[in-house]
């Protein structure tokens, strides 16, 4: 089961930290990842990190700006978002895949080899 929080509304420019906390499974045997979906639109990848957290990858529109964090002791995944943007304003959803240890980004980074989804958190920023 994963568990979003930490959405809001702030003004751009501003920031917020989303959690995901994560129960029933080993936490570390999963690679984590962020998505967002936006009214219309369709969900769309923005960050993940690998369940050791050694390695970590981010959509472009997000490069520079948001942080994605993971402490497998407390089963909890985090994604600091700085500088935001209008366009930034979407549900976030955290997602699940057991790590295969593939190379290279292309299967952490689309959103089919996650298993498992939290319920998402609204995120508004204000222009």
């Known amino acids: 089961q994963l568990q979003a929080s930490g959405g809001g509304l702030v003004q751009a420019g501003g920031s917020l930290r989303l959690a995901c906390a994560a129960s029933g499974r080993t936490f570390s045997n999963y690679a984590m990842g962020w998505f967002r979906q936006a009214p219309g639109k369709e969900r769309e990848f923005v960050a993940a990190?690998?369940?050791?957290?050694?390695?970590?990858y981010y959509a472009d529109s997000v490069k520079g700006r948001f942080t994605i964090s993971r402490d497998n002791a407390k089963n909890t995944v985090w994604l600091l978002m700085n500088s935001l943007k209008p366009e930034d304003t979407a549900v976030y959803y955290c997602a699940a895949q057991t790590d295969r240890y593939y190379s290279g980004s292309n299967f952490y980074t689309v959103r089919w080899p996650y298993d498992y989804w939290g319920q998402g958190t609204q995120v508004t920023v204000s222009s």
């Open positions: 990190i690998r369940s050791s957290g050694s390695s970590t």
